[in-house]
């Protein structure tokens, strides 16, 4: 629902962006409804009404066109938010952008490699989710015992396979920065960088504050060592769920705590000191024999009832970790909307304050609400366990619909 | 190339009027035409399956006026600034609404839900109808490329004419829907609805044209032909849409109202082309189609796209039409 305003929101209060850069901008917008939008709730709509009326093979393969389309609509996204971060593939005539080369556009590097690490959270984030649930379920003894151990699995194994992915793509676009938008990583630093760098914008762009606010350092701090935390919680719960398969199988086990406990160590490194410096040899081989002791000697551990409930505390993380990485992209980058061409105010639209206020003030405390309650809705279900969902249930108590199960 | 983005502009908006359309009749009838939990369920279910994928083609008319439009789109949203938050908070909200009402178990909380639900639906018909009436009326675009509505333009007598046409004809297409999609009892009442609603539409309608040409406006329409036989074929239709009622043929009596539905697009573009927007400070500050539309490059580059997908498109929500064609009745699973 939130999607219907942002698709709005361009024009209604950012017109000096429709105005400056449509011909560009507003293509991978468009495309995004024509492409991914349209056909994700479409599908959805089947989907939820689709229970016991389609085949099981039409049904399952719906919620995966949902999936797919998801991520569709993530590429086409970031490649019109690549465009605001480091616009390419256009020239400017007469103060206005036009199209010239679609391909660079479609291949910025701005775009590609965060989708990549948006992917990767997502299924983080994901994977964490139902873990947690799962752990949850499994600690209170719910009678589905097969169903969660199942889904546990599933859960940890997708955390940990991606907890690293999304923390080395994520690295990935530093160097991007670093060539094109370097206020963003200076002002991670201390504030003799920036001041440098603003006067050299301040030549390049006129007089003007190039400085981006100094709490994108605390969200980009937040997001990273909440990283470092996922990947430790996801790789140890992964050790132990696994741990009968890898007893059986000594050299994979062997080859893959080593692996493990590098990562693990610098991280646990990273979270102690800020970086991996000092002790870190100590550290990786305390990591290392930890996690070998993890595997061999940790039975009693699967019912120490408080770490299923870390599990459960760990649902909440990836989200934080979201929000930080975002406040960081987006608030690094000011005083742009298109970085380097347009700065914000010049975007804004010829509206009052005081009804940019009023719209700012209903859209925040409609989607507030909105997402409080969604939040009580899920906690609701995840309480209620898989018999409980109502998808799909008949109005009449009589007419038996079989009962869906995830 | 600009003509071919228009007319799919016009597509998209249009295929929203028609199903976003009777989604709102319904939401708006859900409080009036059913008598207990079981038969607001049912209601809710004729629109059940689309509901979610009647939304997006505006979602899409809106991608696509950013994408094909660019210099019409920040405009005219940020023209209609008040109009459009009320549009999109009530739109979010009812659409809330009707996914939530059945989350909850008590009735306190579901009337409170219904009520949203049809709020949801009567405040984007009264919105639509609103900006119909401006983009007919003019607006004050004057030399900076931009405007502010006035409220003495949204409380226009033409204005809020179109307003109440827009509702009228809304509740219409939704109850002929309803009679096309429900059974048993809750049919049969919202026969008796569909009737009276269908003429009324049609009244509304021609007294709304009367307004126009009473009062006149303060920016001549450019086609008026035009725009007088679309009006009419909006009026014949809901008559036809009555007349087939009255016969109980309830498949051409919803092929009607979804005309009747879909035209005040036509209305709009037709009766103002070459202009998107009409300045009320004189016809040379007007916004055509080709200052509006984005440069030649872009609309080709989209037009590689629009081939492919848009017949996709249909494709799948011609799917989804086929599959939950049935009568709703106490068999059909219910979500919302």
Same mark, same amino acid.
């Given at each position: 629902? /939130?999607?219907?305003?942002?698709?709005?929101?361009?024009?209604?209060?950012?017109?000096?962006?429709?105005?400056?850069?449509?011909?560009?901008?507003?293509?991978?917008?468009?495309?995004?409804?024509?492409?991914?939008?349209? #056909?994700?709730?479409?599908?959805?709509?089947?989907?939820?009404?689709?229970?016991?009326? *389609?085949?099981?093979?039409?049904?399952?393969?719906?919620?995966?066109?949902?999936?797919?389309? $998801?991520?569709?609509? $993530?590429?086409?996204?970031?490649?019109?938010?690549?465009? *605001?971060?480091?616009?390419?593939?256009?020239?400017?005539?007469?103060?206005?952008?036009?199209?010239?080369?679609?391909?660079?556009?479609?291949g910025n590097p701005n775009a590609v490699i965060a989708v990549g690490h948006i992917a990767a959270a997502a299924l983080l984030t994901g994977g964490l989710f139902v873990a947690g649930i799962s752990a949850f379920h499994l600690v209170r003894r719910a009678a589905e015992?097969?169903?969660? /151990?199942?889904?546990?699995?599933?859960?940890?194994?997708?955390?940990?396979?991606?907890?690293?992915?999304?923390?080395?793509?994520?690295?990935?676009?530093?160097?991007? =920065?670093?060539?094109?938008?370097?206020?963003? =990583?200076?002002?991670?630093?201390?504030?003799?960088g920036t001041t440098a760098l603003a006067t050299q914008l301040a030549q390049q762009y006129g007089p003007g504050d190039y400085v981006p606010p100094a709490w994108i350092a605390h969200a980009q701090n937040t997001m990273l060592y909440l990283g470092y935390l996922m990947f430790i919680v996801a790789a140890v719960a992964a050790l132990l769920v696994y741990r009968a398969w890898l007893r059986?199988?000594?050299?994979?086990?062997?080859?893959?705590?080593?692996?493990v406990a590098y990562p693990v160590g610098e991280f646990v490194g990273g979270l102690i000191y800020g970086e991996a410096g000092p002790n870190a040899w100590l550290i990786y081989a305390l990591c290392l024999v930890g996690l070998g002791a993890l595997v061999l000697v940790s039975d009693h551990l699967m019912h120490w009832r408080r770490g299923a409930y870390l599990m459960v505390a760990m649902i909440p993380v990836p989200f934080v970790a979201s929000i930080g990485g975002w406040l960081f992209r987006e608030g690094g980058r000011q005083p742009w909307i298109v970085?380097?061409?347009? #700065?914000?105010?010049?975007?804004?639209?010829?509206?009052?304050?005081?009804?940019?206020?009023?719209?700012l003030v209903a859209f925040l405390a409609v989607l507030l609400t909105l997402m409080v309650v969604n939040w009580v809705l899920i906690v609701r279900f995840v309480r209620r366990g898989p018999a409980g969902t109502q998808l799909g249930a008949s109005p009449a108590p009589l007419a038996k619909q079989p009962v869906p199960t995830f | 190339m600009e003509i071919a983005w228009l007319a799919l502009l016009g597509f998209l908006l249009t295929g929203y009027f028609v199903l976003g359309?009777?989604?709102?009749?319904?939401?708006?009838?859900?409080?009036? !035409?059913?008598?207990? @939990?079981?038969?607001?369920?049912?209601?809710?279910?004729?629109?059940?399956?689309?509901?979610?994928?009647? @939304?997006?083609?505006?979602?899409?008319?809106?991608?696509?006026?950013?994408?094909?439009?660019?210099?019409? @789109?920040?405009?005219? %949203?940020?023209?209609?600034? &008040? %109009?459009?938050?009320? %549009? %999109?908070?009530?739109?979010?909200?009812?659409?809330?609404?009707?996914? !939530?009402?059945?989350? +909850?178990?008590? &009735?306190?909380?579901?009337?409170?839900?219904?009520?949203?639900?049809?709020?949801?639906?009567?405040?984007?018909?009264v919105v639509w109808g609103v900006l119909i009436g401006v983009l007919l009326h003019g607006v004050p675009l004057g030399g900076a490329g931009s405007f502010v509505l006035p409220w003495s333009t949204v409380l226009d007598p033409f204005v809020v004419a179109c307003a109440v046409s827009s509702v009228a004809l809304f509740a219409a297409h939704g109850a002929t829907f309803l009679v096309l999609r429900s059974s048993g009892a809750l049919a049969q009442r919202a026969t008796a609805t569909a009737r009276p609603l269908l003429i009324a539409a049609a009244v509304a309608v021609v007294l709304t044209a009367g307004v126009a040409f009473g009062v006149g406006s303060a920016a001549p329409v450019t086609n008026p032909t035009v725009a007088v036989l679309v009006v009419a074929v909006l009026v014949t239709a809901l008559v036809l849409a009555r007349l087939s009622l009255d016969r109980n043929r309830r498949g051409p009596a919803f092929i009607a109202s979804c005309v009747a539905a879909a035209l005040p697009v036509s209305l709009v573009g037709a009766a103002q082309y070459p202009y998107l927007l009409v300045s009320t400070e004189g016809p040379r500050f007007g916004l055509t189609v080709a200052q509006g539309a984005a440069d030649a490059a872009t609309l080709v580059l989209l037009a590689g796209?629009?081939?492919?997908?848009? &017949?996709?498109?249909?494709?799948?929500?011609? +799917?989804?039409?086929?599959?939950?064609?049935?009568?709703?009745d106490d068999r059909v699973p219910a979500y919302y």
């Open positions: 629902m /939130s999607g219907l305003v942002i698709e709005f929101q361009f024009g209604l209060s950012w017109s000096g962006l429709s105005k400056f850069a449509g011909n560009v901008f507003g293509a991978p917008v468009a495309l995004e409804t024509l492409v991914a939008f349209f #056909a994700e709730s479409t599908f959805l709509g089947m989907w939820i009404f689709g229970w016991g009326r *389609l085949s099981k093979g039409v049904h399952v393969t719906l919620i995966w066109l949902v999936t797919v389309t $998801a991520y569709a609509s $993530a590429y086409w996204i970031m490649v019109a938010n690549g465009f *605001l971060q480091h616009p390419v593939g256009y020239e400017v005539r007469d103060g206005r952008a036009y199209l010239t080369d679609f391909g660079a556009l479609l015992r097969d169903f969660f /151990s199942r889904s546990l699995r599933l859960g940890v194994m997708t955390a940990a396979l991606v907890s690293f992915p999304v923390y080395v793509v994520g690295a990935m676009q530093y160097p991007v =920065l670093g060539e094109t938008q370097p206020m963003k =990583l200076a002002a991670l630093g201390p504030a003799e059986r199988h000594v050299p994979v086990a062997i080859l893959v705590v080593a692996a970085y380097g061409e347009l #700065a914000v105010r010049d975007a804004l639209s010829p509206v009052s304050t005081a009804s940019m206020v009023f719209s | 359309g009777y989604d709102y009749g319904v939401q708006m009838l859900s409080i009036v !035409l059913a008598r207990d @939990e079981r038969d607001r369920r049912r209601v809710l279910g004729t629109v059940g399956p689309f509901f979610l994928g009647n @939304e997006v083609w505006l979602v899409a008319f809106a991608g696509v006026l950013f994408g094909a439009f660019p210099f019409f @789109e920040g405009t005219l %949203l940020a023209g209609m600034y &008040p %109009l459009i938050v009320v %549009l %999109l908070v009530a739109l979010v909200v009812g659409n809330a609404a009707v996914q !939530l009402r059945s989350r +909850w178990d008590t &009735p306190s909380s579901r009337r409170f839900w219904d009520r949203l639900v049809a709020a949801g639906g009567a405040a984007p018909a796209f629009g081939v492919v997908l848009v &017949p996709v498109v249909l494709a799948y929500q011609a +799917w989804s039409w086929w599959l939950f064609r049935g009568r709703v």
